[in-house]
């Protein structure tokens, strides 16, 4: 809870200007710790703390002195827009990581699944290396959907393109017979 500080607005010039705790701090319990206070050379408005003022009339000092309280509140509360928009950019940069991340996976993949489908003697068991960054990839992806930076249909979406480009790619080499489907088997 943010308290306005209310205060007197001096116009006159200080010769001094010092802040002072009181004798006894039972008397004034508020007044244990001051924090300094500002003033321009012709006038003054002090915001929070305790003041000992000298007046100077003419470069004559005098005689007494005149103290000024001030209502000290609470600090102010930090600002929640700006605290949104660093954790905002805290979890942009998280994001982009992870993202980051899932591409290079799936990237990484598709490159052996490309080099694989070229190569004109390759074996079955090549595809066993394959099937190890695939389950890499898989992992990564279904992690940055669970915590939320990827949407659970784009993570699915991913995983499926990678199994539909190996399945392609044995199919392609004759590793890999599809089952007719019931459809086209009784047309």
């Not at 003054?44 to 209502?71: D, K, Q």
Request: glycine share 4%.
């Amino acid at each position: 809870m943010a308290v306005a500080a209310q205060c007197l607005y001096l116009s006159c010039t200080f010769q001094s200007l010092s802040l002072s705790s009181p004798s006894s701090s039972s008397s004034r319990p508020y007044a244990t710790a001051f924090k300094p206070l500002t003033s321009s050379a012709n006038t003054s408005f002090f915001s929070t703390g305790l003041a000992s003022v000298s007046p100077i009339i003419l470069g004559r000092r005098v005689g007494r002195s005149i103290s000024i309280v001030c209502e000290a509140g609470a600090t102010k509360k930090p600002d929640s827009a700006a605290k949104r928009a660093r954790q905002a950019e805290k979890r942009r940069l998280y994001n982009k990581a992870r993202k980051s991340e899932v591409r290079t996976r799936m990237r990484k993949v598709l490159e052996e699944l490309d080099a694989l489908r070229k190569k004109s003697e390759a074996q079955p068991e090549e595809v066993i290396g394959i099937e190890k960054l695939i389950a890499e990839a898989y992992s990564v992806i279904d992690k940055a959907v669970q915590v939320g930076t990827l949407h659970r249909n784009t993570g699915a979406r991913r995983k499926s393109r990678l199994a539909r480009r190996k399945k392609a790619v044995e199919i392609h080499h004759g590793w890999y017979t599809p089952a007719p489907s019931p459809t086209a088997a009784t047309a």
